[in-house]
C-alpha cells in the first residue's frame, strides 16, 4: 500500500505506486519504462481529508491530506521595540 501525502489546497496528485515500481524493478524494466508503468495520477475532492484509488494493477493507494495549521503563531514585533 503506498500513501501519499497532498497539500492542503491540493485539488488533484500524482504519485508513483510503490509496488508496482518494486515489481517493475524486479521484472528489469528499464527506469524510465517503470516510472511510466507506476505512475498514477488523479484528483481530491478540496475538502477530502482522506481518500484511496487503486492502481492500474489494483494496488491500494492511500491520500492523506496534510492538515491545516488551525491557528498560525503569531510573532508579535511589539517585543522587537521593547529594548
Ligand atoms: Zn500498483
Known amino acids: 500500500m503506498t500513501t ?10 500524482s504519485c508513483l ?20 508503468q507506476a505512475s498514477v ?6 475538502e477530502a481529508d482522506v481518500s484511496s484509488r487503486r492502481c492500474g ?11 491545516r495549521p488551525s491557528t498560525l503563531p503569531h510573532h508579535d514585533d511589539r517585543q522587537l521595540q521593547l529594548a
Not at 501519499?4 to 496528485?13: D, E, Y
Not at 517493475?24 to 516510472?35: I, W
Not at 494493477?57 to 492538515?67: D, F, K, M, S, T
Open 4 to 13: 501519499v501525502w497532498v497539500s492542503p489546497s491540493a485539488t488533484s496528485f
Open 17 to 36: 505506486c510503490e509496488p508496482c515500481l518494486e515489481q517493475a524493478r524486479t521484472s528489469g524494466l528499464l527506469f524510465a519504462d517503470a516510472l511510466l
Open 41 to 46: 495520477r488523479g484528483t481530491i475532492g478540496a
Open 57 to 67: 494493477a489494483g494496488h491500494e493507494i492511500v491520500l492523506r491530506r496534510i492538515e
